[in-house]
């Protein structure tokens, strides 16, 4: 299957070494002295003193931890030891993402914020149709940002460096794993329904918007986004060695043009609501793309199908 990358979205760091000094030495001998006299050591306290526990991120600031959603973009919080990292990956298309990988060296519990002062690593990632990384830029490792937690449960990201995430309020998403459609599923429910969009008649265009609106359902409905990944993608794979070589190269002849219907869709609804309305379904595409968990179930799905036949999803 020619596959097409979505979205998958490295991390990394900047650490400073410190310089060593040499001390010179001296054509001098050195003097004599008397031979120390040997004296009993005093008895040791067999107890252990407590080591002092290290400097880091509180455990108040764990209510940033997990998945947070607005349009495209998507920030993971996870805590590694006693500090916090954060990963904001945000898809300028299906083959194109930003990264942005900060690492937290404050806390302010009365906003509350978490800041990275200095360490904030960008990187614009493309990926090729084999679904590997084609290109990786790197913009910048000394990135400056925060985060902060609002009273009303949302999230905003203030990128200092360059203004990204200005204006822009994330949503908490509850990650909860699920199960994952069936092999009948996939067959029945994804792969021929784009694969049934007739090509080059005049109702093809509200054909393929008809067939969007299912398929976005279809990763809502099962809640993609939190499925177990290894049995997704052992029953897509399943499902697509079932149908025949005609109904896998239908499939791949539409799959393109409904993801970037999606994708379009999400970035920009306003723009792109005509053709949904023609085919009588923009309502419940509405819902749809403004809803942040039915976003990362579409951006979950669209991953694994275009790496389906690579055994490491990568």
Same mark, same amino acid.
């Not at 409904?258 to 379904?281: K, R, Y």
């Given at each position: 299957?020619?596959?097409?990358?979505?979205? $998958?979205?490295?991390?990394? =760091?900047?650490?400073? &070494?410190?310089?060593?000094? @040499?001390?010179?030495?001296?054509?001098?001998?050195?003097?004599?002295?008397?031979?120390?006299?040997?004296?009993?050591?005093?008895?040791?306290?067999?107890?252990?003193?407590?080591?002092?526990?290290?400097?880091?991120?509180?455990?108040? *600031?764990?209510?940033?931890? /997990?998945?947070?959603?607005?349009?495209?973009?998507?920030?993971?919080?996870?805590?590694?030891?006693?500090?916090?990292?954060?990963?904001?990956?945000?898809?300028?298309?299906?083959?194109?993402?930003?990264?942005?990988?900060?690492?937290?060296?404050?806390?302010?519990?009365?906003?509350?914020?978490?800041?990275?002062? @200095?360490?904030?690593?960008?990187?614009? &990632?493309?990926?090729?149709?084999? /679904?590997?990384?084609?290109?990786?830029?790197?913009?910048?490792?000394?990135?400056?940002?925060?985060? $902060?937690?609002?009273?009303?449960?949302?999230?905003?990201?203030?990128?200092?460096?360059?203004?990204?995430?200005?204006? =822009?309020?994330?949503?908490?998403?509850? $990650?909860?794993?699920?199960?994952?459609?069936?092999?009948?599923?996939?067959?029945?429910?994804?792969?021929?329904?784009?694969?049934?969009?007739?090509?080059?008649?005049?109702?093809?265009?509200?054909?393929?918007?008809?067939? *969007?609106?299912?398929?976005?359902?279809?990763?809502?409905?099962?809640?993609?986004?939190?499925?177990?990944?290894?049995?997704?993608?052992?029953?897509?794979?399943?499902?697509?060695?079932?149908?025949?070589?005609?109904?896998? @190269?239908?499939?791949?002849?539409? &799959?393109?043009?409904?993801?970037?219907?999606?994708?379009?869709?999400?970035?920009?609804?306003?723009?792109?609501?005509?053709?949904?309305?023609?085919?009588? !379904?923009?309502?419940? =595409?509405?819902?749809?793309?403004?809803?942040?968990?039915?976003?990362?179930?579409?951006?979950?799905? !669209?991953?694994?199908?275009?790496?389906? /036949?690579? @055994?490491?999803?990568?």
């Amino acid at each position: 299957m020619k596959k097409l990358i979505g979205i $998958i979205l490295a991390a990394a =760091m900047v650490f400073s &070494l410190a310089a060593c000094s @040499s001390s010179g030495g001296s054509d001098q001998a050195a003097p004599e002295t008397e031979a120390p006299v040997e004296t009993e050591a005093p008895a040791q306290d067999e107890t252990v003193p407590a080591e002092p526990q290290a400097e880091g991120i509180p455990a108040e *600031a764990d209510a940033f931890l /997990g998945t947070w959603v607005c349009g495209r973009a998507t920030i993971t919080f996870v805590r590694e030891d006693l500090g916090i990292k954060a990963t904001v990956r945000w898809a300028g298309s299906a083959a194109e993402v930003a990264e942005w990988n900060y690492a937290f060296d404050e806390y302010v519990p009365e906003v509350p914020a978490l800041i990275d002062h @200095s360490t904030g690593l960008l990187t614009h &990632l493309t990926y090729g149709e084999d /679904g590997e990384i084609a290109e990786s830029e790197e913009i910048y490792s000394d990135g400056h940002a925060e985060f $902060i937690l609002n009273e009303d449960g949302t999230l905003l990201w203030n990128d200092k460096t360059e203004n990204a995430g200005e204006d =822009m309020v994330f949503e908490y998403v509850e $990650i909860v794993e699920t199960g994952a459609p069936t092999e009948q599923e996939f067959v029945d429910e994804l792969f021929r329904v784009i694969g049934e969009i007739p090509q080059g008649t005049a109702g093809s265009s509200l054909a393929a918007a008809q067939a *969007a609106e299912e398929v976005l359902q279809f990763a809502a409905d099962h809640d993609l986004a939190n499925a177990d990944i290894d049995t997704l993608r052992a029953n897509m794979l399943a499902a697509w060695e079932s149908m025949t070589p005609e109904e896998q @190269s239908a499939f791949d002849s539409n &799959l393109m043009n409904v993801v970037h219907m999606l994708d379009d869709s999400i970035s920009d609804w306003g723009a792109n609501t005509g053709v949904f309305e023609d085919a009588g !379904v923009a309502e419940a =595409m509405s819902s749809l793309v403004n809803d942040p968990a039915a976003q990362e179930a579409w951006r979950t799905l !669209v991953a694994n199908i275009m790496t389906m /036949g690579n @055994s490491d999803g990568q």
